[in-house]
């Protein structure tokens, strides 16, 4: 019987490997992490528009990734009770139930923000603990702009695109 050679096993195995590697790559981004399809909702670059402190008119309602924003419990209420042939008093549990999902999310999201907030400014003190006079003075500049730049964020998504009508 041959024996096989070792430089033979230790490039198989690291062929294998390799190739292992590479269709794990693959499958990640095409299967698993697929691209952003809906081109008219980028990226998010920062903390969810209705997470902008010291704001208490921010209402996730509208906002993408809300739980139960008002488009999508119509939809779900018009197509269950459609497709499973609701009768009247199961239309309006059903409608009951998710009323009590977004005022369930909407203390979420409240709490979450508030929790958020306290976090952000915890960390902005300790970080202008850190500065001299002077420094201080630019971080609040800094921070000024960035917080600005958020609230205008936050008013351009809670717009609705002329394409999303």
Not at 10 to 21: C, E
Not at 88 to 108: N, S, V, Y
Request: charged share 30%; glycine share 6%; aromatic share 8%.
């Amino acid at each position: 019987m041959l024996r096989p050679d070792r430089r033979w096993m230790w490039t198989s195995v690291a062929l294998t490997l390799l190739v292992g590697a590479c269709l794990g790559v693959v499958i990640d981004r095409l299967l698993i992490r697929p691209p952003n399809v809906l081109a008219d909702q980028p990226t998010s670059t920062g903390p969810p528009p209705w997470f902008v402190c010291n704001q208490s008119t921010a209402d996730p309602e509208n906002e993408p990734g809300y739980l139960y924003p008002e488009r999508f419990r119509k939809g779900l209420l018009e197509g269950l009770s459609r497709d499973l042939n609701l009768g009247a008093t199961q239309h309006r549990d059903l409608e009951a139930m998710l009323e009590d999902g977004r005022q369930g999310a909407r203390k979420f999201w409240e709490d979450s923000r508030h929790a958020y907030c306290d976090i952000r400014d915890a960390f902005r003190s300790s970080i202008r603990e850190l500065l001299s006079p002077d420094q201080r003075v630019e971080f609040d500049h800094m921070l000024a702009a960035l917080d600005q730049k958020n609230i205008e964020r936050a008013a351009r998504s809670a717009t609705p695109s002329a394409e999303s009508r």
